[in-house]
């Protein structure tokens, strides 16, 4: 009678285990198919929102205004408000902008940053 009531009880823990590890399941499908959709809806956009211009560079959207801060990238507003859009040929051409053109150039600002430490080190 014990071992049946001990089997009982891991059965029961098992039973929640699974539960508790179908509804993290289902949860994350959840998010999956909705970023899905949401990419699939931004193919068909040509004006973004920040959070959508966020996704399209997969960057955290706060940074978006950090870009157009530094003039990397543009953004729009409309007059008299304070919600601002990018359009889709813009972010695109800030993605290609940052080719490996530019990154072979960066390599090379770095080597020099670095001969410079060394020098000084040196002395």
Known sequence: MVTTKFNNMKDQERLQLLEAQ??????????????ALQLLALSAKTIYSKEEAALFLNLDPDYLY??????????????????????????????????????????????????????????
Do not use: M, P
Not at 22 to 35: A, G, I, M, N, P
Not at 95 to 103: Q, T, V
């Open 22 to 35: 179908v509804s993290v399941l289902v949860s994350s499908q959840k998010e999956f198919t909705s970023k």
């Open 66 to 123: 950090q870009l157009k801060f530094h003039g990397k990238l543009k953004a729009y507003k409309k007059k008299g408000q304070k919600k601002i859009y990018f359009r889709k040929e813009d972010l695109e051409e800030y993605l290609i902008s940052n080719s490996a053109s530019e990154d072979i150039e960066d390599s090379n600002d770095y080597d020099d940053f670095e001969g410079d430490i060394l020098e000084k080190w040196k002395k």
